[in-house]
């Protein structure tokens, strides 16, 4: 009896301890088969190409020509505005993203005024949502306070 206990304990020890190695060599095949999300693996840091943003937008809000090429000139300012910050070192951390987030509102307002009445109602859905999801997931202030969400403790 005691020998079937110790056989069995070994057994399940040496399971335990195989498991997460073979998870682990799993996940290093899945991770060389799926190309990554990204090329920053995967985290949204700052805006995709104003080309591929003006073509999503003329997609969902059924732009114009005219309003394309007034939309990706301003996604084209936000973006190079949003480089020279991303690289300032001389800001601190809070000062670049309120700096980003200023730059940000103005490209929106100036994306927002292209946009005749229906198109402009939907915008305000995409913001309204892009809001919620950033709020949801802690990454930007709250529109409506122009605060930081307070930090869990």
Do not use: C, Y
Not at 55 to 77: G, I, M, R
Not at 91 to 114: E, W
Not at 127 to 153: K, T
Request: without cysteine; hydrophobic residues 30%; charged residues 25%.
């Amino acid at each position: 009896m005691l020998k079937k206990w110790l056989l069995v304990s070994v057994a399940a020890g040496a399971i335990a301890i195989a498991a997460p190695f073979a998870a682990a060599q799993d996940n290093q095949s899945n991770d060389q088969q799926a190309p990554p999300a990204q090329e920053n693996g995967g985290r949204h840091h700052g805006a995709p190409d104003p080309a591929k943003r003006t073509a999503e937008l003329t997609k969902k809000l059924n732009l114009t020509s005219d309003q394309q090429s007034k939309v990706q000139e301003a996604l084209q300012s936000e973006h190079s505005q949003m480089e020279s910050v991303h690289q300032d070192s001389s800001l601190s951390q809070p000062d670049r993203r309120a700096k980003m987030m200023d730059i940000r509102k103005t490209t929106d307002s100036q994306i927002r005024a292209v946009l005749d009445s229906n198109q402009q109602k939907k915008w305000d859905e995409m913001q309204a949502n892009r809001e919620q999801h950033m709020h949801n997931h802690g990454g930007a202030p709250d529109a409506n306070s122009g605060q930081a969400p307070p930090s869990q403790q």
